[in-house]
């Protein structure tokens, strides 16, 4: 062979049965603290929205249909009036000599009474009264003083107005005791006596209210530019015996485990249960600071849910009683306890 024919030849290939090397091991992927682990699996959060909306949508409204509760409208002084003139009356009449519930109520309305108090903490008293209300003036004379056109009425609140408050409380207290006394409790049919111009103010309040007018009056005092302030009209509605019969027929009384809270919007709302639950129960069934004693009973509670972490024994019993073991019970089965963070099932110590 010539040395130009060695020089062009390729180098020898080594044996096929050399050894190939292996590349070095790679390092350990390294796991960032907190980054979960364990085993993992697909999930369609949308169609999960999608199922959970349709099948709560279509049993909220299976339940509207079955179970839901009657939508009326909110009870006014005009309804009052005319379907039961008589407990209008009756009323009108308490509010003048003084004995109806707002007349006597206390703090925030008038100072006739000390309010509720919390054992020795009077706090409606300490707050005073800054919502002024005075039963015979707002809902009695000065809607009576805005009619026109009625020389009788006119000479009427005349003659009260001049009368000392003695004999206003004479003529309204003797009027009130005839009407408890007159056949069915029927203004009409008292018998004959000193009421002075009571009788008179109070025919012309009935009228105003059939009318529809003392509504707006009542609201329109004090309300200012918005007129939303329906304490007033409230306030004397639930002085009557009207309102708590419509009560009473709806199971919203006290002892009936009712709620609400407003007029027309019932049985309220499902949170309040375990506030009107208080209300059935001793000492606070027969309490005249009930009120008072079931706000201060639901702040203690309220405080204690907030310091749940933070209060011995209350903190340990989701570690006691573990309900979160039954929902994730096919975990559990599989791995037992939950992993550490950073560290799968299989390598838990």
Request: glycine share 8%.
């Amino acid at each position: 062979m010539s040395a130009a024919e060695a020089s062009t030849m390729s180098p020898e290939a080594p044996p096929e049965d050399a050894a190939t090397p292996t590349p070095p091991p790679s390092p350990p992927a390294q796991v960032r603290p907190g980054t979960w682990t364990g085993p993992k699996r697909p999930y369609d959060l949308v169609k999960e929205f999608v199922v959970a909306l349709v099948v709560m949508g279509l049993l909220a409204g299976l339940l509207a249909l079955v179970f839901s509760s009657p939508d009326d409208k909110g009870v006014t002084l005009q309804q009052w009036a005319r379907q039961n003139p008589s407990d209008f009356v009756t009323t009108a009449v308490t509010e003048l000599d003084g004995s109806s519930v707002s007349a006597g109520y206390g703090p925030p309305y008038n100072t006739a009474g000390n309010g509720q108090q919390i054992f020795f903490l009077h706090m409606q008293k300490w707050i005073g009264v800054h919502q002024p209300v005075d039963p015979a003036n707002d809902f009695v004379i000065a809607p009576l003083s805005t009619i026109t056109g009625n020389p009788t009425l006119t000479a009427a609140l005349a003659r009260y107005k001049a009368a000392s408050s003695s004999q206003q409380q004479a003529w309204a207290s003797a009027y009130d005791t005839a009407i408890s006394k007159a056949p069915n409790g029927d203004p009409s049919q008292v018998a004959a006596g000193d009421y002075g111009p009571v009788p008179t103010m109070t025919a012309s309040l009935l009228s105003l209210a059939q009318e529809g007018a003392l509504d707006s009056q009542l609201v329109n005092q004090g309300s200012g530019f918005y007129q939303d302030n329906y304490t007033k009209p409230l306030l004397f509605l639930a002085d009557g015996g009207y309102l708590a019969d419509l009560a009473n027929a709806q199971h919203l009384t006290g002892n009936q485990w009712g709620m609400m809270n407003e007029t027309g919007n019932y049985p309220g709302q499902a949170w309040l249960w375990l506030y009107t639950m208080w209300y059935q129960i001793s000492p606070f069934n027969h309490s005249g600071n009930a009120d008072a004693l079931v706000w201060a009973l639901m702040m203690l509670l309220s405080l204690g849910l907030i310091l749940i972490p933070v209060i011995p024994g209350l903190r340990s019993i989701p570690r006691l009683v573990p309900v979160h073991r039954l929902i994730w019970r096919d975990y559990y089965r599989r791995y037992g306890s939950a992993p550490k963070p950073g560290r799968p099932p299989d390598q838990e110590s």
